[in-house]
């Protein structure tokens, strides 16, 4: 065979050769998740809810703080498709409107305490010594207090206001305190378990510093726990004003907000029960929403499955 013969000859790589493409976690993620049905059925209730939250316009322009008290407890009809509550405001109006609220708790008490207990959860596991000691007792002094009466002790704390934002961020706060140990606890489990891993080491040899090998070899490789838990958080952090809301001591009117609507309807429970079906229903689906992409979320980084 001549030289040119050999220079135009098609190179061939057996399948799974050195040449084949490397895949990495997430695009491994991504074919799992993507060939699951509940992750399309969660997402798009997900989309469809942060559609609501953001842009509340695109699915009625009736006023949520509108009383009509001669329409008060009208049961759904054509001018009110979910009927009324015990002050005349429109059910699917604040339905529509109450996601704003309950979706903002959820989102920013879980990048909260993603934030604060991976960071500690880091800096406990990689130091290790007495300094975990100090951050693994302090964490368990607020993992040990209950929700109710911590979020009393902080909601009551703070002072009153009509503010939405400030409102808001008081139940923000209160969950935070109260979520961000058990975080820090999964995020130090995982730290301390890569953290002995060859690459790692290799890194420490070839002289790399403390923060380059915690920032590019130990949290990359210990994050995917931490997403998991933190998907499924943010529904149950919904879940938690709600609940914090229905006691009274979450958020307040004339905040509107699923919680608030469940509690204002307990009084007409029996008579009016559209009142509390409503608002329950979709705060129903947008917890089931989460817990279900957090569960598909959990199955696609999991190894055991691949």
């Not at 065979?1 to 050769?17: C, K, N, Q, R």
């Not at 991504?30 to 798009?44: A, E, G, I, K, Q």
């Not at 942060?50 to 009809?77: C, G, H, K, Q």
Request: a neutral charge; aromatic letters at 10%.
């Amino acid at each position: 065979m001549t030289e040119a013969a050999v220079s135009e000859a098609p190179t061939s790589t057996p399948e799974g050769g050195d040449s084949a493409p490397a895949r990495s976690l997430a695009s491994d993620a991504w074919r799992t998740m993507r060939s699951n049905p509940l992750f399309w059925v969660s997402s798009v209730l997900i989309v469809i809810f942060t559609l609501m939250a953001v842009f509340p316009s695109l699915f009625t322009s009736t006023n949520p703080t509108e009383a009509i008290l001669r329409d008060a407890r009208v049961r759904p009809n054509a001018d009110a498709w979910f009927g009324r509550d015990i002050q005349g405001y429109d059910i699917y109006a604040r339905c529509i409107y109450g996601a704003r609220a309950s979706i903002l708790v959820g989102l920013l008490t879980t990048v909260f305490t993603t934030l604060v207990g991976g960071i500690v959860g880091v800096f406990a596991g990689y130091v290790g010594g007495w300094t975990d000691t100090i951050l693994s007792r302090l964490g368990d002094v607020f993992f040990a207090i209950p929700l109710l009466l911590g979020a009393v002790i902080v909601l009551v704390t703070l002072p009153a206001t009509d503010n939405y934002f400030y409102i808001v961020l008081k139940v923000v706060l209160a969950l935070v305190v109260l979520g961000w140990p058990s975080m820090a606890r999964l995020m130090r489990s995982s730290v301390i378990q890569v953290k002995p891993n060859d690459y790692v080491q290799a890194a420490r040899a070839l002289g790399a510093s403390p923060w380059r090998v915690v920032r590019s070899h130990i949290v990359p490789n210990a994050l995917a726990p931490m997403i998991v838990v933190a998907t499924i958080n943010l529904g149950a952090y919904i879940s938690a004003e709600a609940t914090l809301s229905y006691l009274g001591i979450g958020l307040q009117p004339p905040t509107v907000s699923w919680g608030v609507d469940i509690s204002a309807a307990v009084v007409g429970m029996r008579t009016t029960p559209h009142m509390l079906f409503f608002p329950s229903l979709f705060l129903s689906l947008t917890v089931l929403a989460f817990i279900m992409l957090g569960d598909v979320v959990r199955d696609a980084l999991d190894p055991k499955n691949r």
